[in-house]
């Protein structure tokens, strides 16, 4: 079933919350999940 011609013009012009771009978001994601991986190498690193 087709979208309304609308609601896809609004689902497209959709902007994410707290950034201009999807790639902000997307950027904050990648930052943070490397944020984990140097944790969760610093916790091996220490615990070993």
């Known amino acids: 079933m087709p979208l309304d011609p609308d609601k896809e013009r609004r689902i497209l012009r ?3 919350p707290f950034f201009r771009r ?5 950027g904050v ?9 140097l944790l969760f190498y610093l916790f091996t690193r220490h615990y070993r």
Request: no cysteine.
């Open 14 to 16: 959709d902007r994410p």
């Open 22 to 26: 999807w790639s902000g978001v997307y």
């Open 29 to 37: 994601v990648l930052g943070f999940l490397a944020f984990l991986v």
